[in-house]
């Protein structure tokens, strides 16, 4: 690879990434441009501008956005539309944010002549492989630098003696190590490393950020009702929304709940395992409602290859994989089943638990008259169950009479 | 078919299945036999002897067991091997019952010389699919009788002039009709019907049976380890256990903190949806618990093929298709990755949640020395990952050339 | 189900369906509506309408029509966009024309104001499902007579003793039994029964009609190329076609070269197998071209997950669920995984084989820059191969850590 | 990595592998070992003993094995059982072969005190992936040279040098380069690269090795009969053979019938498209012989399972994962179907076309009684596929009903 020459880094304003900055510059000798997203992690933004340009970027160099709608609507909603959970759990919110950073870094270079982007992910992790995959699926001629596998700034020491030599402020409590590394935007907060490596080990309560605990969350149950529109929340007690703005208000009642802890050994797409903590408030609180308003509205066929479809899907999502053409052909399949997912879904919040507890739709394929115990008028003729039960069982006889001339 | 001459009835002593009882002596004339087991429901089983031999049956032809222990070791053990749920959410309770009771009926008229088998189950459900399918698998030639699809006792007053005119005893509280229909085991109680038919509105508190309320339960967590040898449960709290005394007692646990229940719109095999209570305390810590274990026990190729088989898996349960050769390969996947998923796990219950804290094995997968923030000494070589990032790229970057290549 | 009083028949003009058109007249004394197609199964469709006025059906209840166009652009073709094949080798000739047929029938009754459509296949095949199906998922109150379930025509010389009681003319060579049953559209001719019953024996010469026999075919082979768009054939050696006319086309060249037999014993739907003959000359063909333009257009992951959802997707249109929104979420992946399946294959004919010899496209994935053992200019270093196999085994060389540390 | 002290070479007594040879005892200066095996690809081996030892190698370091046996019963029948194929053409014959000499290399290495093994496959291919995939995954620590990935010998010129630089002696036709490359065992011969980079082109005729061409082949028919135990072929018209004198036979068979033949592109697991010309002469009627005398002897549930899991089967295969836990889940999910798959398949041969045309077995579960077209004795009722079909619609209906109510 030759070296690049105007470079589109994915920059937080934190210490790690000003290191990057400032690194590429003497590294590379290259003009960097900053990208620097508000996905909801909840941190002010314009401090990034101020420290970018004190580390000499031009001011048309520097990209800040909101793209929190973006994010909800073309990703996360996306991916609630399957149900996605990781490994029977993990709700992705990390997985799914790279590939919208890595679309607008690309777009940047596009736009600023840029031949380059480079990102904070170690080489061990996944993120990694979901900035570079996404990068290279959107633009097969873009570099990639992906500093924390090229440098030799291997210990906190040299990083720190760096960003010294660099003029890079350092705040005081950057000084010392993090006891765990943490990732954040609207979906979820994700911790890892340090105080966690031992998975023998309960987390300490000092690591939940975003939710408290539900020991200490209200004694009594909230109860919110979820409106869906061809299986996107679109209201909450009725009131219309945007994405983020559901997504938003999801986390606050999550997170006042204790709702959405998450203690999970995964395995990493690199291959080895790894110990996370997350917390996803509204995420949690959404599956538990869309799965909800999918059981009156979405028929068991379609049902059941969805849940048969997810787990690939969600690895694709997990491994990096979301602008690729099989991780396209399943969304095609995801989204044509949720054209009559519209309805509302009431449910219970109480100490770490939300709950479906009713549910209605004019798409509601549920029918009274089908299932009664009553007189149903003639909507059902238990005699059929007699002919189905004897044609399933057919092949089943088959073989059970094999099994009986063979053992004869 | 022709008139069956000796029929093995599932027998619970109940008014209902007295009344099938009188009722295929009276319309076929035929020598009955009862089979009552003991699957953990909670009844006492001697009345069923009384009343059976208060109907005329011959005391060698009344059949009753416990067969709990065989419940949980040979059917609710190696389901949970597989981490079934049907739809996303249901753990399948009353499902994995009927193929055991089926193989005693079967078995029964076996031995005893019946040429029939007969249960209580109602044509417009699953259990008479589950019931039938099982038998007819295990003997081609066995008769099913399903009074409830064949006779004209269609209301609640017929029934009862029936049980009148045979002098069958009807309990005072049976003269009513229940408000809603019960089904229960040693892994759950399922509730449906009547009052729960409207699946907007929130089930009552009374129809909970099995659970305390989590808003009742203790204010203060309690913490439990289960111990799994090659993904069974095999001890709580080191002290070892048999299969059926580990499930019953981690129903106390799952009791007593409110945990396992579960509000829920399914689709019915014979195509109608219908919507259920169910309470399985014990399974939903289980559940949980096994997942942990399998978390750093098991490979991730093994763990996403095992989720990607799980929903047809559990599918073919629902269906009552457990002694199906597609079922029995994917169990024998399922038992091959099961081979090293022994351990302990720490299981913090409150309030509703089971929630995996801790787990430790000496078959662990977690490599501290891979994952680690800090320097390991050689473990995993961060350059590494450029290459696999590329190779993996590459196919995504072919097709990025291909879309440019075509929209110049 | 209460007496239907107009029912739309498909209708073939021969003696059994000339039966069924009485038999309505007489057991319901309802009005008959003739439906018949012209599939391509090569048979003229004016002598039906003589023979149904003969029988009494009104002019305007007469419908004949010509659907080959619309049977392979709307059904056909779709299905080959899958490369679907049931049970490892079946092209699915007869199963994707019934949706077609039901369609019509459902349409007819809804313009002529009938209640009731009725089809003549029998009670033991799956034709009656894929009918009935189709019907009740375009029409939910549609009225489905199946005469063959219904009657007691259960013998050869009742029918024609019921033929020649209603004056239904009967061709001399109809007197006799059939050797074998056929059916035959645009697609395929199968045979089934009779002569064919006993899977040991090789088919008879004379049962195969559409293709002729390899050993008599040309002795010199030919060649084709054939041209795709987003996955369908639209030229045959540069000329464009209409898609009826491609697969009329292709049925000559396979016809000529006797290409597309299969002699298959299948597991019908309703629960026995069946031992039947097929002929699929063209689409035997147009498999194989379509595999060949995929394999130089369709991305791997693409293609791989197609593979994994073909065999669902077959036995949903095998067992008659066309219309079913699981069958309408696997065509929205397969459809999206065509959209650059465009290009030329050269296909080889030679008794009874067609393979593909050579393929372009400007879609063309294959780099022969990357691919190649020549010098490729940087397009690919060897070196990253290495960091992808060092991460892909990680995971395994764990597996194996644990394996000897086990043992020990 | 550390440089190795003792390596065990893949050693087949060629030009590529003696320099191999002796740049890895220039290179490291270390001890090799040789690994010389007999996998059916038609080479005396006892040359390759004399260049060995010619080349420097101790007598007890030189290795050569007839594992035949070994390669058809361990790895190649248990494949088969599956019918596996690779984007739903190759039969993976080189793919399969890699694990074994993997396996032999390891332990080898462990009989002999190496630390190291070494192939000689290059950095752009599958095999690389393919052989240390499994070695890893066999033993963690053993370290795994490729000396195409690592020296400068990159032109034929300065291989050529490097032989003559070190006395290797180089063979006049091996001055020149080859047209293509090739592989070859007992189950197939590739050829690829080169004359065969353009995959618009027809290979040419000198290509093909294997098997003569279809217009060469006899102009009359031949027909064998296989039998199967436990879906393994385990004789041939009757006379019991072993697996590897089986695949043998079938091979010559094959060959003479021009049987086998396959033009590919496909997509490599590193990343790009390659073309392959495949000879699988025996493999090719095995594979339609197991497909047959599956047909009559395995459950319709079964198979369609098995079909559904075959690409994954075949994927791991073709990527290297033969030795992971999800293959091995796999393999005993398909080694449980076959419990039953014994018989007989008669299969007609001529040129080019393998094709069941009768199969038998006592074990069949094809039942005349049931599929007759005759009277069946009441087999079969009619009746019940009313019932079948009409619960089978119920979903169906519902879904339309609301189609209709939504439309309104």
Not at 136 to 141: E, K, Q, V
Not at 186 to 201: C, I, M, N, R, W
Request: hydrophobic fraction near 40%.
């Amino acid at each position: 690879m030759s070296a690049p020459k105007k470079v589109v880094l994915a920059y937080s304003g934190g210490l790690d990434t000003s290191i990057i900055l400032k690194w590429l510059q003497t590294e590379y000798g290259c003009e960097v441009v900053t990208f620097t997203a508000d996905l909801g992690q909840g941190e002010e933004l314009e401090p990034a501008r101020k420290k970018a340009e004190m580390l000499g970027i031009k001011p048309e160099n520097i990209f800040i956005e909101d793209v929190r709608e973006e994010f909800v609507r073309d990703f996360v909603f996306p991916m609630f539309r399957a149900n996605a959970v990781y490994e029977g759990l993990y709700l992705l919110g990390t997985s799914i944010a790279r590939p919208l950073i890595s679309k607008r870094l690309v777009e940047i270079a596009e736009a600023t002549g840029a031949d380059a982007v480079a990102h904070g992910a170690t080489g061990k992790g996944n993120d990694q492989v979901r900035f570079e995959l996404a990068a290279y699926a959107l633009n097969p001629d873009i570099k990639v630098i992906a500093p924390w596998r090229e440098w030799d700034l291997t210990s906190r020491t040299k990083l720190l003696e760096f960003a010294e030599a660099h003029q890079i402020p350092v705040a005081k409590d950057k000084r010392g190590e993090a006891p765990f590394s943490v990732d954040a935007n609207l979906l979820h907060t994700s911790s890892e490393g340090k105080v966690l490596e031992d998975p023998a080990q309960e987390a300490p309560d000092y690591v939940y950020q975003r939710t408290v605990h539900p020991e200490e969350a209200p004694d009594t149950p909230e109860y919110i009702e979820i409106g869906f529109e061809k299986g996107d929340a679109v209201s909450i007690n009725g009131e219309a929304m945007s994405p983020a703005t559901i997504l938003t208000e999801l986390n606050e009642y999550g997170r006042k709940h204790g709702i959405g802890r998450l203690d999970l050994v995964e395995g990493r797409f690199v291959g080895m395992k790894s110990r996370g903590i997350y917390e996803t408030p509204g995420g949690t609180i959404l599956l538990e409602a869309h799965r909800g308003i999918e059981s009156i509205t979405m028929d068991r066929g379609a049902m059941h290859l969805k849940d048969q479809l997810m787990p690939q899907y969600a690895e694709l999502i997990y491994n990096g994989f979301w602008y690729s053409p099989e991780r396209e052909m399943l969304q095609a399949a995801i989204d044509k089943s949720q054209e009559f997912v519209s309805g509302t879904v009431r449910v219970k919040l109480y100490k770490g638990l939300a709950s479906t507890v009713g549910r209605w739709s004019d798409n509601s394929l549920y029918s009274e008259a089908h299932v009664t115990f009553e007189e149903d008028a003639g909507a059902y003729d238990q005699k059929d169950a007699a002919g189905f039960i004897q044609l399933n069982a057919l092949r089943l006889k088959l073989l059970a009479a094999r099994e009986r001339r063979i053992k004869k």
